[in-house]
Structure formats: C-alpha cells, structure tokens
C-alpha cells in the first residue's frame, strides 16, 4: 500500500521535443512534438519503423544533439542551461552509451577496452584493470578478459561493450539497436543480460529495437511513427 502511494523517482522528462533537420532546402521532421518521462530504474524499448525518429530521440537523450525545440530534464536540471563542457561531464558521469556496431578498439583486449572509460575519468590504471575485469566477469566474460575484439563473437563484443557502458557505474545506460548485429538468440541473451543488470545495480535502460520478440518481453515499451508517440 505504501509502495503504492510513493512515487517512482523522475530521471528525465522530455517536454515537447521538436527536432527538425535542415537538409538543403528541405525541413526533415524527424521529431513532432513528443513528451515522456523516465524514472529511475526504468526498462524501456523504443520501437517503431525505419525512419520513425528511434536514433533521433536517443542522440537527445545522450546529449549528443540538441532538439530544435522543447524541454529535456534530467534530474529537474533543464540540460538546456548547461556549457558543452558541463554537458560532456554530466555524459561521461551519469550516461553509459552502446552501440549497434560495439564501437570497441581493436588493439585493446577486452579488459582493456572496459578500463579506458575509467581511465579518461582520471582513474589509476591499476583501479581501472581491477574494476573492468570484475565489470567483465558480471556480463560472463571472465574468461575472455585478453580476448581483443577480433577474437570474440557478436554477442560477446556487445557484452563488452555494455561492460565498458556500465563500468562508470552511469544512472542510464542508452542503446541505439544493441541486438540489431546478433542473431535472434544472441539477441535474447543480451536482452536477458540487460534486464538482469537493470534488475540487480537498478540502472535505468533506453534502448531502440526493430526485434518484435524484444518488443514482446519488455513491460514498457515507447512506440514511435512518423515522429509521434502513438499508444
Ligand atoms: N542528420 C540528419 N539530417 C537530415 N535528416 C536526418 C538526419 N538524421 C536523421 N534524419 C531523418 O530524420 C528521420 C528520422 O531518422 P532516425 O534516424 O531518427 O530514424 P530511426 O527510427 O532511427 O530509423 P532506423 O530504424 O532506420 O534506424 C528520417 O526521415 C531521417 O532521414
Ligand atoms: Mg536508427
């Protein structure tokens, strides 16, 4: 009953969001007008066709892109006032960010790979090792932690690479398509994989997915068309 009547703690809200792409003379609405919050610990889909503004709203989210117009608060802060400099702090500290394509550094072995997102924060090296290789051991990549990138499957570089996003201990992990690269059954493991860590460290997850099994065994899904939220 309690429970019920204590509200789930907003990490971000998006108020509004407009964004409009300037090609040539042309005007692209990428993004018409869309409202949402997340809450902390929040697991969250968004899906919808080609085209329909998924990697739109998650470049906004990770700060990497602007909208045209429109609020976005993360943590009450409208992120609006921020410097580019406070903005890329706020990003490397509270933003974990995975990538369809893994995005991992081929001369670097795993362990490796995971410790360079401490080591831009000023951790030790030593610090950064010991924290990567324990981060890789909870994605169930222990054994791997020499293998570079070339020398692991699909699923086990986005395994790395969600190791190397949560290693900083983020409040939000952001994932433009992270299964799209997999095969279906790989693809269900990452899913499995993110829910465990979104359910055991309550991380918050956003990730963009085409996958209708994905789409099917995830509570809260956010579907977009055409630039609108449609429910
Ligand atoms: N940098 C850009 N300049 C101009 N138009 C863009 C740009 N990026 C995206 N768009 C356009 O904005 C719309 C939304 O694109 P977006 O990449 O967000 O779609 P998506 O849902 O991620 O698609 P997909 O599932 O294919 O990845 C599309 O019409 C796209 O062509
Ligand atoms: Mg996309």
Do not use: C, W
């Not at 739109?56 to 989210?61: F, H, K, Q, R």
């Amino acid at each position: 009953m309690v429970q019920e009547v204590i509200a789930k703690t907003k990490l971000i809200s998006f108020e509004d969001i407009t964004k409009t792409y300037q090609l040539d003379t042309q005007k692209v609405h990428a993004l018409r007008g869309v409202t949402f919050d997340i809450g902390k610990g929040d697991f969250i889909a968004i899906a919808g066709p080609s085209g329909s503004g998924k990697s739109t709203l998650l470049n906004l989210l990770t700060l990497i892109d602007t909208p045209t117009k429109g609020r976005i608060r993360y943590n009450n802060v409208d992120v609006d006032t921020l410097s580019d400099n406070e903005k890329t702090l706020f990003r490397n500290k509270q933003i974990g960010i995975v990538f369809q394509s893994y995005n991992l550094i081929p001369v670097l072995n795993a362990m490796e790979n995971v410790a360079f997102a401490l080591q831009v924060q000023s951790v030790s090296t030593a610090e950064s090792l010991d924290r990567a290789a324990q981060m890789l051991k909870e994605v169930g990549l222990g054994t791997h932690l020499r293998h570079r990138p070339s020398n692991l499957s699909g699923g086990q570089k986005q395994r790395v690479a969600i190791a190397r996003a949560l290693v900083t201990n983020p409040s939000i992990v952001i994932a433009d398509e992270p299964t799209a690269a997999l095969d279906t059954k790989t693809g269900m493991e990452i899913l499995d994989l993110m829910k465990e860590l979104n359910e055991h460290k309550r991380t918050t997850f956003v990730f963009s997915t085409h996958d209708v099994r994905i789409i099917n065994s995830v509570d809260h899904v956010i579907q977009i068309e055409d630039g609108r939220l449609i429910n």
